[in-house]
């Protein structure tokens, strides 16, 4: 069984992140990266279960932790940018893994699809909203793990609308009908 440290904490600029490293076994080759879009995840169970089974696990909070109300979803591939750049820097990793639980999904599949596609994927015209260019260019992860992965907030907010509630005279009434 392998254990790990006690997790590292990193300053990434505007992203804070933990660092969990294997304390035994072979040096890792393989890095996780885990987050979420407004959650904090420098301690939960990915961080610690993932560097128990020897790999090198950078967990980290984007700039909007626990603040969906000033979410700049468009800035957000910044802090992965932070984190990867981070985790490919560090000695023997040759491999680095996003895994985004949940809400994390659409944060991490979003870095992925513009360090694939570049910068124009994200500024489209049928876009509603347009990413800066001062993203830039981003490299692409080699792995993307996504557990209970949702398709993000709107889509989310969709889901739960109830159609067979209605407000008549002020008040919220149930349609069967529908």
């Known amino acids: 069984r392998v254990l790990f440290r006690s997790p590292e904490y990193v300053p990434l600029g ?3 992140a933990a660092l969990y490293k294997p304390d035994s076994g072979p040096a890792p080759h393989v890095a996780f990266l885990v ?3 407004t959650a904090n995840n420098l301690s939960t169970l990915a961080c610690t279960e993932l560097a128990k089974r020897g790999f090198l696990v950078v967990c980290f909070n984007t700039r909007f932790i626990n603040n969906e109300t000033i979410v700049n979803w468009e800035e957000t591939p910044l802090d992965v940018k932070a984190a990867l750049e981070f985790a490919r820097k560090q000695p023997g990793i ?5 895994l985004g639980h949940s809400g994390g999904s659409p944060l991490m599949s979003l870095y992925q699809a513009i360090a694939e596609n570049g910068v124009e994927f994200c500024q489209k015209p049928e876009r509603m909203t347009k990413c800066s260019s001062e993203i830039g260019k981003l490299t692409p992860a080699d792995g993307l ?10 889509a989310q907010a969709l889901r739960g609308i109830n159609p067979s509630l209605k407000i008549e005279n002020g008040k919220v009434v149930v349609d069967p009908a529908l």
């Open 14 to 16: 505007r992203v804070q």
């Open 94 to 98: 040759t491999k680095v893994v996003l």
């Open 35 to 37: 987050a979420h879009r």
């Open 145 to 154: 793990v996504f557990p209970d992965a949702h398709p993000g907030n709107p």
